[in-house]
Nanobody
Framework: QVQLVESGGGLVQAGGSLRLSCAAS????????MGWFRQAPGKEREFVAA????????YYTDSVKGRFTISRDNAKNTVYLQMNSLKPEDTAVYYC????????????????????WGQGTQVTVSS
């Protein structure tokens, strides 16, 4: 059974930085990609970024481009989300998720196409 464990959330002032980590374990097969999603109170879960395990192709939602960077360490089965220039509107619970199979790049943006989820980590950006 695949387990994803996030860490690195916290409280930061606007303009500050945080780095989230997501460690995957229990997988006995090659997987396609890892993604980060976030959900703010009263809002739907939204895509933030994703990266493929092989090749390292990256995908970002427009609101984080130039501020967030997703990366991976295949040897550690760990994905990172470096978040810089944080804004109060980035406040949310951040979830990492794993997509086992490549079903097309558009599906990389959809939470419904991911197969395993972490428990989430809170990120709060104060103004």
């Amino acid at each position: 059974q695949v387990q994803l464990v996030e860490s690195g959330g916290g409280l930061v002032q606007a303009g500050g930085s945080l780095r989230l980590s997501c460690a995957a374990s229990g997988r006995t097969f090659s997987s396609y990609a890892m993604g980060w999603f976030r959900q703010a109170p009263g809002k739907e879960r939204e895509f933030v970024a994703a990266i493929t395990w092989s090749g390292g192709s990256t995908y970002y939602t427009d609101s984080v481009k130039g501020r967030f960077t997703i990366s991976r360490d295949n040897a550690k089965n760990t994905v990172y989300l470096q978040m810089n220039s944080l804004k109060p509107e980035d406040t949310a619970v951040y979830y990492c998720a794993e997509k086992f199979v490549n079903t097309g790049y558009r599906d990389t943006y959809s939470s419904f196409r991911y197969d395993a989820w972490g428990q989430g980590t809170q990120v709060t950006v104060s103004s």
